[in-house]
Structures are given as structure tokens and as C-alpha cells.
């Protein structure tokens, strides 16, 4: 705390002390760092490819396509351009968002606290929640997306708790309108979310009878703000139509193709998916009911409805785990409260930032022994061996007729198709246009989970395949990938 006396108190020298636990952190927990392996992955290596590929020519939704928004593809393709053949180029600009994110978690906790050291504090803690191994495993688009929400969540903050004027709510409103829009190209489910942050906005002005019509104004100019560039890039392409076509309207039927029981039935599954799932409904409701304890104490009641409205969408959205993941943010304000108990005792400071240590350094022995990205020498083994085939090929042209997992990362290689992986729920269409193209592959991917796993391996070696290498993603199960090159 003395060192941190002899940095002055200014934005640029609080955000570089969360540049440094952004670094910290992610360093030692992101699957992306310098201390991992390559290892299989899912999320991130599509993400990858499509950066990759856009970087390299294609044209987004026309050469390749995916159910993402093209900023998640340009964050990822600046991570290929810092390092092409590995995730480290993705990592440091992880480190980078996470820092602002981590600024923004700064800012909204001094609203509610005076010492810069309580704030600091309550990050810190905060940011066991955020990386915990129930929602959190390896980087994907909720990660991303944190940093627009936090950015909401501080300027709702600022507009509801802290002394402004109304130049400042249109600030905030600016601000709303670039995390709709950023949320938006990057996963549209998080712009559902983010939906609560203006609407509470709203509600504040006119109880208030604050002016209303500049501050809309204001959103509507921080959405065009950051869509305007990406509009005009796709009508100069010539691919915006495409954009509509895949971002929006297939994905919608991928995500209808998943479960098509009547929407009541729906919601019913969704809800026991969740309900069976019993460490994430554990965390989901240890997360509300210590929002909603701090909440009512302090009379901030914005915190246990924005929670809740992030939950439900969650579950309305068929929600994989690390959908929750963006649930976490909220949190901050309860441990605000507690960094504030524990302000004058010093005990009590440094037992937190040694069960934070604690917690990080067990979150670090758990990775280290990961069959996927720990020291396992065999994984290790074989990934070289998968690389070194695919290297042969000059400029290889993938098609996964399973899920990709970031074979050939070592090589130049590029999607051969528009459908290159296999979605969830991909349509017949998405599924015949990828057949279609296979002579256009050098390499081919399958598993032997999917129900038609068999009639997809016949299908390749019919077209003049042969299989290479067999490679078991999950030693525990019966989970191959089947890699097959040309005869």
C-alpha cells in the first residue's frame, strides 16, 4: 500500500495498474499465454481462423462464414497479424481489453468508495468471480463483450449514484450506444443484455424529468459511431447482404434447428439444463443473492435487476455455461462494500490478497495439469506430429465436416469453403454447400460423436482421402478427431 501511495491518482496511472493485473492474470490463467500448449481448442480456434482468414483476403460471410460478428473477427485477426502461427498475438490483445475492463470495474467502484486502495481491492476480488472455472475456460466472445459491458455498467453508475450534469448523461448514453453496437459485432444474445443498462437510463430521466430526446440522441451517435465503418466496408466489399443473410437470419434457424419443441417446451429445457447443471446453478444463485444482500442494504437496487435480466436472458437463449460468464461483473458492488469493512484493518486486507493469491495459484496448478494445455508430453506428441503433416501441404485448404480445433495453426492454412467448420445446428443447406466443396480441401476433419459420424468418414474417403491421424481431444471419453489428407 506504500508503493502504491508513490503512484499519483490519475487515470492514465490507475489504468496501468490494471494493465499490470490484467497482465498478471491473464498470463497466468489465459490457455493463450506463453505457459500453455497449442492443445485442441473449440471457440477461439474458429475465432482465429476467420481473423485469419480475413486477414489474408477473404471476404467475411462470402469465402467463410460463422454465427459471429465481424468485430470479434478483427479483434482476433490483429491477434494473427501480432503473431501468426500461435494464440500469443490473441493474448496480448486480451490483456489489453481486460485492462479496461478491469479500469472500468475501477471507476464504477470508486462511485462507491473514497480510497483508491478499496477500489483496487474490490477488482481484485472481483476478478476471482470473473475467471472462475465454472464459466470460464478459454477465451470466446463473452470475453470481449465484458468490455463494452462494463463500460455500461460504470457509466450507469456514474448517471445514477454520483453527482453529474446532463452533458454527463448524454456521455453515458454515448457510451450505451457503443457498447449496443460493439455487443452487437461481436454476438447479438450480449446486446439483449446489454438492453437493461439504456432502458434503466431511460427510466432514471423521466423520473427525473431530465431531458430525454439528446440523450437518445447521443446513443443513437456512440451505435453509428462504431457500425458506420463496418457498414461501409461491407457495401464498398459488396458483401452486405451476406453479412444480413448468415450473422442474422441463418444463425437464427441454426439456433431453432437446435431444439424445435414448442417455445413453453423450450424454456422448460432450457431451465432444466440449467437446474441439472448444479455448479453453475450454484454460482448463478450464490452470484444474485449476494448482489441482491448488497443491493437492498445499500438501496442500489439497479445491481440485483440488472443481474436478474442478464440471468434470464441467459436461460431464454439456451444458454451454454460461459453465457453466465458476463453475470459476474456485478459483483463488484458487494465486494465494495466489503473492501469498505475491511478498510482500516490490515489484517484483513492482506488475508483478501492472500486468498486471492491462493485462489490463483490453485487455478494455475489446475491448467498445469490439464490433459489439453498442461505439461502432458504425449499431447504434446501428437500435436507436433498433427502439425508437421498439415506443414507439408503448401497453402492447405481446410474443411472440418466436425467442429474446428485449431489443427494446422502452424501452417498458412485457410477455410476451402463458406461452411469450413460445422455449426450447431447447421441447416441441410450449410450442410450440403461444405459437402460440395470438398475437392477444394487439402485437409479434412471428423469425430465420432455426431450422428452421422460413420456416413460422414465414408463420404471422404469416397473422394480420395485417406486418414492420416487419429488424434483423442479428451482422454477421459470416447472423443476422437479424424484428420484425412489426399491420396
Not at 482476433?76 to 490483456?95: A, E, I, K, M, Q
Not at 479496461?100 to 481491492?121: G, P
Not at 435480466?309 to 453475470?327: E, N, P, Q, W
Request: charged share 15%.
Amino acid at each position: 500500500m506504500n508503493l502504491l501511495k508513490r503512484i499519483p491518482d490519475r487515470p492514465a496511472a490507475n489504468w496501468l495498474i490494471m494493465l499490470v493485473m490484467a497482465t498478471a492474470i491473464m498470463m497466468l490463467l489465459s490457455r493463450d499465454s506463453y505457459l500453455y500448449l497449442l492443445g485442441p481448442r473449440c471457440d477461439s480456434a474458429w475465432f482465429f481462423m476467420c481473423g485469419k482468414a480475413w486477414m489474408n483476403g477473404m471476404v467475411p460471410y462470402v469465402d467463410f462464414a460463422d454465427s459471429k460478428g465481424p468485430l470479434l473477427w478483427l479483434i482476433y485477426g490483429v491477434g494473427y497479424l501480432l503473431s501468426h502461427y500461435d494464440y500469443h498475438g490473441v493474448f496480448w490483445v486480451s490483456v489489453v481489453v481486460y485492462s479496461f475492463t478491469f479500469y472500468f470495474l475501477f471507476k464504477t467502484a470508486r462511485i462507491f468508495l473514497e480510497s483508491r486502495s478499496q477500489a483496487i481491492l474490490a477488482v481484485l476480488m472481483t476478478s476471482v468471480v470473473i475467471f472462475n472455472p465454472i464459466t470460464h475456460d478459454e477465451t470466446r466472445a463473452e470475453d470481449f463483450g465484458m468490455f463494452f459491458t462494463a463500460l455500461s455498467l460504470w457509466q450507469l453508475c456514474r448517471m445514477l449514484y454520483f453527482e453529474h450534469t446532463e452533458r454527463d448523461e448524454r456521455t453515458a448514453f454515448f457510451a450505451f450506444g457503443i457498447s449496443l453496437a460493439g455487443t452487437l459485432l461481436i454476438k447479438y444474445n450480449i446486446t439483449a443484455m446489454c438492453c437493461i443498462f439504456p432502458a434503466i437510463g431511460l427510466y432514471y430521466l423521466l423520473r427525473e424529468r431530465h431531458p430525454v430526446w439528446r440523450s437518445l440522441l447521443a446513443c443513437a451517435a456512440g451505435f453509428a459511431a462504431l457500425t458506420l465503418p463496418f457498414l461501409v466496408y461491407f457495401l464498398i466489399q459488396g458483401n452486405f447482404s451476406a453479412f444480413i443473410q448468415e450473422y442474422f437470419i441463418n444463425t437464427l434457424q441454426t439456433i431453432e434447428n437446435k431444439d424445435k419443441s414448442a417455445p413453453i417446451i423450450r424454456l422448460k429445457n432450457d431451465v432444466m439444463v440449467l437446474i441439472l447443471n448444479y455448479r453453475l446453478t450454484a454460482l448463478v444463485l450464490l452470484q444474485i443473492a449476494f448482489v441482491a444482500f448488497f443491493s437492498r442494504k445499500g438501496r442500489k437496487p439497479m445491481f440485483i435487476i440488472a443481474l436478474s435480466f442478464f440471468t434470464i436472458i441467459c436461460i431464454v437463449s439456451r444458454g451454454y455455461y460461459y453465457y453466465y460468464y458476463l453475470c459476474s461483473l456485478f459483483v463488484v458492488y458487494g465486494f465494495c462494500d466489503i473492501s469498505q469493512l475491511i478498510a482500516n484493518r490490515k489484517v484483513g486486507r492482506i488475508s483478501i490478497v492472500a486468498l486471492v493469491c491462493a485462489y490463483y495459484a490453485v487455478m494455475v496448478y489446475r491448467e498445469s495439469h490439464h490433459p489439453w494445455w498442461g505439461g502432458n508430453k504425449v499431447m504434446e506428441l501428437q500435436i507436433n506430429e498433427v502439425e508437421n503433416l498439415i506443414s507439408r501441404i503448401e497453402n492447405p485448404r481446410v474443411l472440418n465436416l466436425a467442429v474446428e480445433r485449431g489443427y494446422g495453426i502452424k501452417s498458412n492454412i485457410l477455410p476451402a469453403t463458406r461452411y469450413w467448420s460445422r455449426q450447431n445446428g447447421q441447416t441441410k443447406e450449410m450442410l450440403r454447400m461444405s459437402q460440395m466443396d470438398i475437392n477444394n480441401s487439402d485437409v479434412v476433419t471428423t469425430d465420432n460423436w455426431a450422428s452421422d459420424s460413420v456416413e460422414t468418414r465414408k463420404y471422404v474417403l469416397a473422394n480420395g482421402f485417406r486418414l492420416v491421424y487419429r488424434f483423442q481431444t479428451t482422454p477421459s471419453i470416447n472423443d476422437y478427431v479424424n484428420i484425412y489428407m489426399r491420396e
